[in-house]
């Protein structure tokens, strides 16, 4: 049974380390404040101070964290996952990040004799707590072979897409999509209130014909009911258009929906809300 060091332990995170210790591995885990997972030690999983020291021992290390930034520390410094992890440990990034960086670490790390897959989620906190996570994988297809059944503790639609950095734009097509689709939610519910419809029919009447959908169901709802805790934070989905964005300014195109998404949630100052929280951009409108 494979030993996990699971590095950055979030609102999905959490769920994702607590699915594995469940199904029988052995998970080490290191955050930077121990206090916010503190259920997950009465549970009888470990924490590490350092990343070293979490990753010593392992044969497989998992790393989600928040930004691009945040994963050059984790597996570049000095006490991070390159330069402590054994050879031969098969390193799986959750992270959404950028494709560019993606390609070095698993260029880096063979160095190591390390191997790196990068595999963003999507799903968000339901999908970690339910195990239904969608995962999309680049990197060796040997390597993903080796570590399936970890995914398939964790998600229930697990993609091998291709080379080292596939992952990641994929998963940019993915927030693509969600960008147009929760704006969409967002403007129909703001239509309904503003015609003074009766929202919990207007749910009832569109959410299982053609523009039923995820985002409707779930983030539609929480719109409703005034929920506005992150299932997943406006603060990275805003990193993940503005890594969407850039991926097309350096192919000289333009993503005319997404980018008009994003500026409506940097107009917000709602960082720390959900994705559903965008329903406030057309509420505190004057238009």
Same mark, same amino acid.
Do not use: R, W
């Given at each position: 049974m494979e030993k996990i060091a699971f590095i950055g332990v979030g609102v999905m995170g959490q769920s994702m380390v607590r699915n594995l210790h469940h199904a029988g591995y052995q998970v080490s885990i290191y955050t930077c404040t121990k206090a916010k997972v503190e259920t997950l030690l009465q549970e009888g999983i470990t924490w590490h101070e350092t990343i070293a020291s979490c990753v010593k021992g392992q044969n497989i290390v998992m790393t989600m964290v928040g930004y691009p930034d945040d994963v050059k520390d984790v597996y570049y410094?000095?006490?991070?996952?390159?330069?402590?992890a054994a050879p031969q440990t098969i390193c799986i990034d959750f992270t959404t990040s950028e494709p560019a960086l993606a390609q070095k670490i698993y260029q880096d790390a063979k160095a190591y004799h390390i191997h790196v897959l990068d595999a963003p *989620? #999507?799903?968000?906190?339901?999908? =970690?707590?339910?195990?239904? %996570?969608?995962?999309?994988?680049?990197?060796?297809?040997?390597?993903f072979n080796k570590v399936l059944p970890l995914f398939e503790v964790l998600g229930n639609s697990i993609h091998y897409v291709g080379s080292a950095g596939l992952g990641q734009h994929t998963k940019m097509a993915n927030q693509i999509a969600i960008a147009g689709t929760?704006?969409? *939610? #967002?403007?129909?519910?703001?239509? =309904?209130?503003?015609?003074? %419809?009766?929202?919990?029919?207007?749910?009832?009447?569109?959410?299982?014909?053609?523009?039923?959908?995820w985002q409707l169901t779930h983030n539609g709802q929480a719109i409703l009911e005034q929920d506005f805790k992150p299932g997943f934070y406006i603060k990275h989905f805003i990193k993940d258009m503005k890594i969407a964005k850039n991926e097309m300014r350096k192919r000289d195109k333009q993503l005319e929906v997404m980018n008009q998404v994003l500026s409506m949630y940097e107009q917000l100052d709602e960082d720390e809300h959900g994705t559903q929280a965008l329903i406030h951009y057309y509420q505190h409108s004057k238009d």
């Open positions: 410094n000095e006490n991070g996952i390159l330069q402590n *989620v #999507s799903g968000g906190d339901i999908g =970690a707590k339910n195990a239904t %996570l969608s995962i999309m994988v680049g990197g060796e297809q040997e390597i929760i704006a969409g *939610v #967002s403007e129909a519910i703001h239509y =309904a209130q503003s015609v003074h %419809l009766d929202t919990d029919i207007l749910m009832q009447c569109i959410a299982h014909g053609a523009a039923g959908s």
